[in-house]
């Protein structure tokens, strides 16, 4: 009898054997994660049957004996969420076993294979192919085998096997091994004795190698790193990665720098549910370069003790001052002076605040401070403690505050002091939307008791005037008030104005024989006008009598609620000459009477351009102390500029640097000279093709009249399935003005993983802004966190 027979086999059911014909569709794919890590797998031609007890055989022709039916034709086999397709079936219902030849197709979720033939049991997922191409369908891996073994839970083994994630004949890089495993419930595949060719050239052997088949956390090899530096030489990274628990893994990382000899470092992280924190490590036996054994140890947490209890710690040390210089490519690690070992414990309630907080620093490259004033030491005070209480009542109109702070203030070889302030304060503020008045007045408090007179020759009691006690007690007052004014026009765009005023009265009080334990000058932005000292930190507290106007508009667009245009302008006016001041001179901001012109303006015409000023005018000298412009465009075609300049008048001592040898340098600060600085930057992205895209910045400082960075590279992608990415840059390594130049190249075999460093390592911070606008990409270009 000939026609489209369909047997449905119930699993616990006697054999039912029916005629009929069938009309099959196809079921739609699942999605898949495929095109995030390697190239697209094609929908199969056949389509995956739902789960079901049930056997179901359907075929052109099929004879049934003693449980074993034969089916030639188009045979179609379903059972269990599996779909099989051959010209001939032979299955055995009571084993479960189903024999295929002359080409098939088989189907379950997540693997879709041809072969010559098959011998499969379809119900516990078992089977061997022979001569089968296989497809991976969860993350885009494909390839051949002579042999593919369906060990069931998801795990199968290949002989004479190859592997890649790339489409087309040709791939562009392909496993080929001896044997190869792939688990689907841990996510990983192995291959043993393999090479690796790309296109078609052999580039790699391992015996052994481990690679992801899905997008989770593996223990295994992870890609190697590597580039080099005039510094270190060629150096090579294998980190090898544990997934020890879903909330906590660690990666060991041996590194090999030519120069200097062999590293290992390592990093340790955990996560629990009100916890988190990790552990970092490298160790440098008996660097060549260095004589020397060289070392860094990196611990931070963070936590919540109780509902109310948080807690941070962080902890940063290294073996010596030049470690960041010699053994790190970046600009943020080489320019670092000081690293911070802090633990702090802050407890809040309503209304009430307190932390406690121990503090020290490990200085790097400290300067020859001799006949310099203190103000400027490179090494920061040690607080060992220092306890601050703030209180507010939730009380309106009327409020009553306290805001409270003992520190220990210790430092090697120099004056040491226990700090007491207290300031008491009475507010009062109200808030009509359209306009706002709020006023404070407070008394402060400090008391100093100094020690130590005898351990530091840059200090003496004549200094104190011969006390070892100092007190101080500054009353202040303030009053902060403003307009809104807001106006729409016809076709739905608002103009806000926003004019304020501030009048603040500070009493003075002679503290020039305070010390500066963690003190300093703030950056003069328009925010910074309306604060009630000029100077941060505790030991100075500005006198003042003083008008602080300004004003602010912004233009806002009505769909999108986007504010396009923003601008700032505002002066601090004086009644009376200032007389509190920082050790030394070189502060900018405040002259006799007033502070300078700022203003800003901020710029977003389109989603695509945007762009940013703040300049800080001197009436007095007639001179722009401070400027900084960025702009900056960015393209859907991929396409991105940015442009910066910066200008400080008098920003920080001026530095001579001594070499005393060819290794050696020493750094000593000038007293009463300044550095100025003035720089220009470039950033450029363009995508010069569909797959190749340029990178490039130049930092130029035009008061040196030399480069600070360059740095030129570029991305090519040629298939959804590898990129491979190049980076020059040659920078300023330290503080002593030595260069370096590094290159970095990455290879990224999507399905597979990445080797070589990140381009970020090259092009990240060295920003211009005064706040973190860092972009973040899935593409490692997409770094220039700059202007």
């Not at 060289?294 to 073996?319: C, D, K, M, W």
Request: hydrophobic letters at 35%; one cysteine or more.
């Amino acid at each position: 009898m000939r026609g489209r027979f369909a047997l449905r086999l119930p699993a616990l059911t006697p054999l039912v054997m029916s005629v009929s014909l069938v009309c099959a569709g196809t079921l739609a794919a699942k999605p898949s994660i495929a095109a995030e890590m390697g190239c697209a797998v094609d929908t199969p031609p056949i389509a995956l049957p739902e789960p079901s007890a049930e056997s179901t055989l359907v075929a052109d022709q099929a004879s049934l004996e003693n449980e074993v039916a034969e089916a030639t034709g188009n045979v179609r086999l379903e059972r269990n969420g599996q779909a099989l397709e051959a010209p001939f079936v032979r299955y055995d219902r009571k084993s479960g076993r189903a024999q295929a030849r002359n080409g098939l197709q088989y189907y379950r979720p997540g693997l879709f294979l041809t072969a010559d033939n098959g011998d499969v049991l379809i119900n516990d997922e078992t089977g061997e192919f022979n001569q089968a191409r296989y497809s991976v369908l969860t993350n885009g891996g494909r390839g051949e085998a002579a042999t593919v073994n369906a060990l069931g839970a998801g795990r199968f083994e290949l002989t004479d096997a190859n592997y890649s994630t790339c489409d087309g004949e040709t791939k562009a890089w392909l496993l080929s091994a001896d044997r190869i495993e792939l688990d689907r419930t841990t996510g990983r595949g192995e291959a043993f004795d393999t090479v690796m060719r790309f296109y078609g050239v052999p580039v790699f052997y391992s015996p052994y190698l481990n690679f992801p088949i899905d997008d989770k956390r593996h223990t295994g090899v992870l890609p190697p790193t590597f580039g080099s530096t005039s510094d270190s030489g060629f150096e090579l990274a294998v980190p090898y990665y544990f997934n020890l628990a879903p909330n906590y893994d660690a990666t060991l990382v041996p590194r090999i720098l030519a120069k200097r000899g062999l590293q290992l470092g390592g990093q340790f992280r955990y996560l629990q549910q009100h916890h988190r924190g990790e552990f970092d490590g490298e160790y440098l036996p008996s660097d060549n370069e260095y004589d020397d054994d060289r070392a860094l140890f990196h611990f931070e947490h963070i936590g919540q003790l109780s509902p109310h209890v948080g807690i941070e710690a962080n902890y940063t040390r290294v073996s010596d001052d030049d470690y960041f210089d010699d053994l790190s490519n970046g600009l943020a690690g080489s320019s670092t002076s000081q690293l911070e070992q802090a633990v702090r414990l802050t407890a809040v309630d309503t209304g009430i605040r307190f932390t406690l907080l121990a503090q020290d620093f490990q200085t790097l490259d400290d300067y020859d401070n001799d006949n310099l004033d203190r103000a400027f030491s490179n090494d920061p005070y040690k607080r060992m403690p220092q306890a601050r209480l703030e209180m507010l009542t939730p009380t309106a109109p009327f409020r009553a505050g306290l805001d409270a702070e003992f520190s220990n203030f210790r430092r090697d070889d120099d004056i040491d002091a226990f700090r007491a302030d207290a300031r008491p304060r009475l507010l009062w503020g109200v808030d009509r939307g359209g306009w706002y008045a709020n006023s404070e007045a407070s008394y402060r408090l400090t008391r100093y008791d100094l020690r130590g007179f005898d351990e530091t020759d840059n200090f003496t009691r004549a200094d104190t005037g011969d006390d070892d006690v100092i007190t101080r007690d500054i009353p202040q007052f303030k009053l902060d008030s403003g307009l809104r004014f807001a106006r729409s026009f016809n076709d739905g765009w608002i103009q806000t104005l926003e004019p304020r005023a501030q009048y603040l009265y500070t009493g003075y009080e002679d503290q020039s024989n305070i010390p500066i334990f963690d003190s300093g000058v703030a950056d003069l932005h328009f925010d910074r006008l309306f604060a009630d000292n000029r100077f941060v930190g505790s030991d100075r507290i500005g006198d003042a009598n003083q008008l602080t106007l300004g004003v602010s508009s912004r233009v806002i667009e009505p769909e999108s609620g986007r504010t396009v245009a923003k601008v700032d302008f505002g002066r601090v006016t004086g009644f009376r000459d200032l007389r509190v001041n920082m050790p030394g001179a070189g502060e900018v901001g405040y002259g006799d009477r007033g502070s300078d012109y700022v203003a800003g303006l901020e710029l977003r015409p389109t989603e695509h351009i945007s762009a940013r000023t703040t300049i800080q005018y001197d009436p007095d000298d007639s001179r722009v102390n401070r400027a900084v412009a960025t702009a900056s465009y960015r393209s859907d075609a991929g396409y991105q500029l940015d442009l910066g300049y910066r200008r400080y008048h008098d920003y920080r001592p001026l530095r001579e640097v001594t070499r005393i040898d060819d290794d050696t340098t020493r750094t000593t600060l000038v007293p009463g000279a300044y550095e100025s600085l003035e720089q220009t930057a470039v950033g450029l992205r363009a995508p010069v093709t569909e797959n190749l895209d340029v990178l490039g910045r130049w930092n130029y400082s035009l008061e040196e009249n030399e480069n600070v960075e360059t740095l030129a590279g570029f991305e090519y992608r040629p298939s959804c399935c590898w990129a491979g990415r190049v980076a020059w840059r040659r920078y300023v390594a330290d503080n002593d003005g030595r260069r370096d130049t590094a290159i970095m190249f990455q290879f990224v075999l999507n399905g597979l993983g990445q080797f070589g460093d990140t381009v970020q390592s090259f092009v990240d911070d060295d920003v211009y802004d005064d706040q973190d606008r860092g972009r973040s990409s899935n593409s490692s270009f997409d770094t220039i966190r700059f202007p």
